[in-house]
Nanobody, 124 residues
Framework: QVQLVESGGGLVQAAASLRLSCAAS????????MGWFRQAPGKEREWVAA????????SYADSVKGRFTISRDNAKNTVTLQMNSLKPEDTAVYYC?????????????????WGQGTQVTVSS
């Protein structure tokens, strides 16, 4: 089992920045690729970004490319999502997830473990 706890969400104005963190415990963190997903009210869960187990490979959804940055610290068992130039359409609950494949993947079913989510609200 891997336990994931997100933090860092909040209410910000458009163009602001937020930094989300996800703390992992349980099985060795470095065994897992990590991803961030989000879900807005009335919409399906959407992949945002992912990072390989080593941290050397990252991948982003087109909607956030150039604005968001995913990173990880395997020594601290954490993954972060730096979000810049936020837009109202970024409003959602953000979830981190762990995939045993070790490879960044946009498909939710590749992820076995999920956090409870943290709310991000961007006002216009």
């Amino acid at each position: 089992q891997v336990q994931l706890v997100e933090s860092g969400g909040g209410l910000v104005q458009a163009a602001a920045s937020l930094r989300l963190s996800c703390a992992a415990s349980g099985r060795p963190f470095s065994n897992y690729a990590m991803g961030w997903f989000r879900q807005a009210p009335g919409k399906e869960r959407e992949w945002v970004a992912a990072i390989a187990r080593s941290g050397g490979i990252t991948s982003y959804a087109d909607s956030v490319k150039g604005r968001f940055t995913i990173s990880r610290d395997n020594a601290k068992n954490t993954v972060t999502l730096q979000m810049n130039s936020l837009k109202p359409e970024d409003t959602a609950v953000y979830y981190c997830a762990a995939s045993p494949t070790g490879w960044p993947d946009p498909r939710p079913y590749k992820y076995d473990y999920w956090g409870q989510g943290t709310q991000v609200t961007v006002s216009s």
